[in-house]
């Protein structure tokens, strides 16, 4: 009588979501595929996933600390700090909005889940920044960076973005089926994206009051309110850098923030997920 009294879509999404569990050994096996293609033929092959932002860093370190004379202490240590959540959130969005798209060939012959695609190409993402974070702790190390308490709220964070990620994907991947545009637009969006992101600056530099259209606004306020990948760094910033716990009221609009945007996003994708067979 329970269930028969909850609403459709969410009883629609609990289905998914156990169904979706009977495929776990399928999303293991996408995850193995995606990370294989990923270094084929790589002399260095995974390693690039430890060097990529260890030499990113160095650029931008030898740019703004050295060329551009940055004041902002242990500079290496808070670029990366933002440049490996941007860099999962770049790498999963730009894969997984072709994801179905892209694996048109299994859609139309196999019966599955048909979100084990986005999911395993944001896995496949979490994999690589898992390892990157070894550089992370590793410069911390190097520039003995004291490492608090607050560290325990990582996972929480993490798995914040991942949330977030995979909400952004099921919409994205949708559109993308019926408008193909969407992956050659989001390429564009991304750059402009990292550039509004405080990943290479710090966010005190944007002024907190402007004027747009004649309204006094916050812009600080509104970056954090607008971008939640800017949340996300200022608390993976928090925690790595200041060795702080986030505000909680912060902490808890920024989970909230990403919990329903993968709501949304996944309910999205339910709705349409039955016609992808025919649109691709």
């Known amino acids: 009588m329970l269930c028969s ?21 399928l999303v293991r096996n996408l995850v193995i595929r995606d990370l294989k293609v990923r270094y084929k033929n790589s002399v260095l ?4 996933s430890l060097l990529n932002p260890l030499l990113m ?12 004379r940055s004041p902002i202490p242990d500079y290496p240590v808070f670029f990366m700090c933002g440049y490996l959540p941007w860099s999962l959130l770049s ?34 993402g979490l994999v690589n920044f898992l390892l990157a974070l070894v550089v992370l702790f590793g410069l911390i190390l190097v520039f003995r960076i004291h490492l608090t308490a607050a560290v325990l709220l990582l996972p929480v964070i993490i798995a914040a973005q991942i949330l977030f990620i995979l909400g952004l994907v099921f919409f994205l991947s949708t559109a993308n089926v ?22 290479f600056y710090p966010i005190d530099i944007i002024p907190e009051s402007a004027t747009v259209l004649g309204i006094s606004l916050n812009l600080q306020l509104w970056i954090r309110r ?3 990948m800017a949340s996300l760094i200022a608390s993976y910033r928090d925690i790595l850098v200041r060795g702080a ?15 329903a945007i993968f709501v949304i996003g996944y309910l999205i994708f339910c709705r349409y997920s039955k016609v992808f067979g025919e649109e691709v």
């Open 5 to 25: 009294n909850q609403p459709a879509a969410q009883k629609q999404m609990i289905n998914r979501l156990v169904e979706l569990y009977r495929y776990r050994e």
């Open 178 to 199: 019926f408008y193909r545009d969407t992956q050659h637009i989001m390429q564009v969006v991304m750059q402009a994206w990292f550039f509004l992101t405080p990943i």
């Open 226 to 228: 607008l971008n939640p």
């Open 45 to 48: 092959g995974i390693l690039w």
């Open 57 to 68: 860093t160095i650029v931008f370190t030898v740019v703004f600390s050295l060329m551009l």
């Open 91 to 124: 790498d999963t969005v730009v894969g997984g909005t072709s994801s179905i798209v892209g694996n048109a060939h299994l859609i139309k012959k196999v019966y599955f889940p048909r979100e084990v695609l986005p999911i395993a190409d944001a896995l496949s």
């Open 245 to 259: 716990v986030p505000g909680l009221d912060f902490l808890f609009r920024t989970i909230v923030t990403c919990i």
